[in-house]
């Protein structure tokens, strides 16, 4: 069982990491374009020795991202689907989850910060936050800072407490910038 969660959690990290980038491209991303995000990120997990029970699935991940007419992402859906089923839901799955539901009904999209400027109605949070907040596992070991600047902040926050699984509270606000850091916790 412990390698079908290590798998799920790869699968969960590369979808998390591919949907991201997508978002931060602020463009339409092909299929082939989407391939080469999620081989860059899988393939230095195959020289991780702790994924060693699930290197030959990652292969054959990588596999379907070399291949003209092959679709990582798709095989990753199919993968994640058939896992869940079989494995426990983590933190890590609830803030996906919680993301995808902020975008659907109030549009306020999520990306990895980065240098560039900040827009509006985003939810940005650091790459690095979310190594250190949640365990290879995919829970929760401490709040995760987020970064938004938005007219519609206290929304937001009352949005995710009112969903359950995570408590949102607003660490400071810079009048000034109009950006607020928010820490979600358990």
Known sequence: MADKTELKN?????????????????KFVTVPARNK??????TPKLKVTEHRLVKSEVKKILRA???????????????????GKITKTTQLHHLVALLDLLFEEH??????ASSESLESDVLYILKDDIKVTFTRDGEQMMPLPMIIKSKRTSLLIET?????????TLD???????????????
């Open 10 to 26: 790869i699968i969960d990290n590369s979808l998390l990491h591919l949907y991201m980038n997508i978002a931060n491209s602020g």
């Open 37 to 42: 995000i999620i081989k860059t990120f899988l």
């Open 65 to 83: 991202a070399k291949s003209k007419k092959g679709n990582s992402e798709g095989l990753l859906v199919k993968m994640c689907d058939a896992l």
């Open 107 to 112: 549009q306020i999209d999520s990306k990895f």
């Open 160 to 168: 995710i407490n009112n969903v359950g699984g995570f408590t949102a």
């Open 172 to 186: 400071f606000h810079d009048k000034k910038s109009g950006f607020s850091h928010l820490l979600l916790a358990v």
